[in-house]
């Protein structure tokens, strides 16, 4: 560990929190553009979230500790997935601290509380949301394992910045697995991020809700976390699936330098695949719900013949 | 207008009159409409007879002095409006069994006569007045008791009367396990305003004014229903011209709640795109009917005896285009519902209504012919301009979601071929109204109206006085096609899932204002 992978690290967590709220502005504004709207501000999400912090903070009667503490849970949870997914370079001191499981864990953890305070003040939404939020957490975070044990594969390894590094800086070649892992990736991370088909996040038919339903009872500075979690969920997301199947011009140990170039080029990728998921969005009308079981177990089937096929290419005893 | 020519035969409803209730006179109006006591031992046998004779209820109501209960039944084009007078400690008999959207109303009824007659009918829980209302019998607000439902894992969801999107007040109770909906049973009333007293307190002849305030989708298909009682009762010949632009009016107000309707259920689905580009055709709309008529939404724009705005060529002309505008638009939008597997898939099937199902509970308007009853007034009877429009009735068996979006789509690329229609064939301007008959002479006439307005049969009911020589309303009563559909929406969810409530709900789209009066 270094003063340079020290300042990595920090400008990794630093652009995670100023640049999700950005990237849920920029996907919005396509979805708008593709309507044939006219599109909010790109900083609108920033308005917002200046909004509710400044708000009074309206808190449920018979609301329990938990209630209180899993916004800055759950916030905190985004924080440390954003610090250990390699975004500008893989020289992260945090990085050994959890691997790609570790990751999914701390997803899983998110959802477990989120559930939790939402069941605490005992509304029928929070309940019924809960209870849907389970039943895609269960059925995604499967999926969302095999996609990152056949990235794994390739690398031996489960450490996230060493799978990247692996599939960054090696020499170019073909992993059609990556090909299958990349569909059960988007599947997964439109469940996850409560994206049409599966959740429709501006919704406002309380009885169709998923995720909105979670924090139906929040205000203020919780509710100001909540959607900054969201945003850096998003974010988390599109860095995590650039790394795995884009990795190109993240920075590593022996190439500090790279770092200067990596910035510009994760903007890049970031608007791309922004502009790329509101096009899916606006395509798609979303699913009843009890299709979102085969549309997961969809992409867990994927993720599981990319790894088989990983498997079948790679010589026995031999890493790729 | 052929209230004079005698009819060439007597029809069914007419001759089962004849028999149970033979003081039973033809009211004058385009419509014919039958109205008279009905013995109080015939109550029963009138609805049977109607009921075995394929009648429906239309609507039921208590006088606004407590003395009277009106009843309307219509077969085919006719309508039967016949009264029972209210005797104290008389139960009336339960119309329910015959009838299923009686329940309601005739709770209604009760709340509304402030419990000045009875009916031998086993649910007698209030509807309209939830505890609140002041009056000497008010017990304390109590909770609605709502018919429970046990079993293991059953739960209950309790949705409303505030909603989280900007929309009426009305109470949702769902007993569900898991996502199914195992029970719904709705709560309305909550937009009760007495709007009946008010039309009391104002001359008749402004009347109009509060019909067309009473539900702001349908302020053209009220007021017109309006002032067909009101001339009908005053016996007003309205001038040709006034009927063909009211019925211009009818239409344009169609169109632009179905294109309203169509975007919003994409949108309930998930397809925002659907609602952008709808609501952009409606805007587009609205804006014509703001720039002709003077209100977006054609509010005030009927009048009794005649229509507030007169259309020159160069109007005619913007409308026609418009229609010729649309049309194809309109196509591609149904090609695009129609193709889009994620859109189908969720309409298809869900929250259906058989046809025997509603034939059985009486579904009525858009979403009774989205499931097999063809009932559109504008098909049936003779009067003007309909009778020379040749109207082609939307009809589909299915009684899903999707069936209601495809007579959406139907009405409304046949709403655009009769406005073409009325503006081509607009006869010649005329007077306005060509005999009015001096009203110091009228003295508690009745008159009745009926118009089918974008969501099914409104039917206004209403009897002058002449009061201080000045014309005042003694006793009026508007009948929402809601009333009917309420209930059947409670049918339609069963065995589908929670989430897909709103969009099962919203292709009923109905009415809470108009019901809750």
Known sequence: MNGLSLLAQLLDILLALLLAPLLTGWVNQWRAWLQNKTAPSLFQPYYTLHKLFHKELIVAHQASPLYRAAPYIVFGCMVLASAIIPTLSTDLPLAPAADAIALVGLFALARVFLSLAAMDVGTAFGTLGARRDMLIGFLAEPALLMVLFSASLISRATSLSTIVEGLAHQTLVIHPSLAFAGVAFTLVSLAENARIPVDNPTTHLELTMIHESLILEYSARHLALFEWAASLKLFAYSCMGLALFFPWGIANAKTPLLLLLALPLLVFKLAVGGALLALLETFSAKMRIFRVPEFLATAFLLAVIGMLITLLLTPFGKAA | ?517
């Open chain 2, 1 to 517: 207008m052929t209230s004079s020519a005698p009819p060439l035969q007597r029809t069914i409803l007419q001759r089962l009159l004849q028999e149970l209730c033979p003081d039973c006179q033809r009211l004058p109006g385009p419509f014919p409409v039958w109205h008279g006591p009905c013995p109080g031992a015939q109550w029963w046998p009138l609805a049977q007879r109607i009921h075995q004779a394929g009648g429906r209820l239309v609507a039921l109501w208590p006088d606004a002095h407590a003395t009277l209960l009106h009843v309307t039944y219509a077969l085919e084009e006719t309508l039967a409006w016949v009264w029972l007078e209210l005797g104290k400690a008389q139960k009336i008999p339960d119309l329910s069994p015959l009838f299923p959207a009686a329940n309601r109303l005739q709770r209604a009824a009760v709340d509304l006569a402030d419990f000045s007659l009875a009916f031998d009918a086993p649910d007698q829980r209030p509807w309209l007045d939830h505890g609140c209302w002041l009056r000497e019998q008010s017990a304390p607000p109590q909770p609605y008791a709502f018919v429970p439902v046990t079993g293991e894992g059953v739960h209950e969801i309790a949705v409303g009367p505030i909603h989280a999107g900007i929309i009426e007040p009305g109470h949702f109770r769902f007993s569900v396990v898991g996502e199914k909906v195992l029970r719904l049973e709705a709560h309305l009333g909550y937009t009760h305003k007495g709007a009946a007293a008010r039309w009391r307190q104002r001359p008749a002849l402004l009347g109009h004014e509060l019909a067309a305030r009473l539900c702001g989708d349908s302020t053209v298909a009220y007021s017109w229903a309006f002032c067909m009682a009101l001339e009908a009762a005053l016996d007003w010949r309205v001038a040709e011209r006034t009927l063909w632009l009211r019925a211009l009016l009818l239409e344009r107000e169609r169109v632009a709640n179905h294109l309203g309707d169509l975007g919003a259920l994409g949108n309930d689905a998930g397809f925002a795109v659907g609602l952008a580009h709808f609501s952009r055709l409606r805007e587009d709309w609205l804006r014509l009917s703001k720039a002709l008529f003077g209100h977006r939404l054609l509010m005030d724009s009927i009048l009794p005896g005649g229509v507030r705005t007169d259309l020159d060529k160069t109007q005619c002309a913007l409308l026609h285009a418009q229609c010729v505008a649309l049309e194809p638009e309109l196509l591609t939008l149904r090609d695009i519902y129609e193709g889009h597997a994620g859109l189908q898939d969720r309409f298809g099937t869900t929250g259906q209504v058989l046809p025997g199902l509603a034939r059985q509970l009486g579904l009525t308007g858009l979403a009774g012919r989205a499931s097999g009853m063809a009932a559109d007034l504008r098909c049936h009877g003779n009067w003007a301009p309909y009778n020379a429009l040749d109207v082609q009735a939307a009809l589909r068996e299915e009684g899903d979601v999707a069936a209601r979006v495809a007579v959406r789509f139907d009405e409304t690329l046949e709403s655009l071929r009769l406005i073409r229609l009325i503006l081509d064939h607009l006869p010649a301007p005329g007077p306005a109204v060509a005999a009015q008959q001096n009203l110091a002479s009228t003295h508690a006439v009745r008159g009745l109206g009926r118009v089918e307005g974008w969501r099914g049969e409104i039917q206004v009911a209403l009897q002058l006085e002449n009061h201080r020589d000045s014309l005042t309303l003694r006793d009026i009563h508007l009948h929402d096609p809601s009333w009917q559909n309420w209930p059947v929406l409670e049918h339609a969810i069963l065995g589908n899932i929670v989430p897909d409530f709103p969009l099962i709900n919203k292709s009923f789209n109905l009415c809470y204002s108009g019901h809750d009066q």
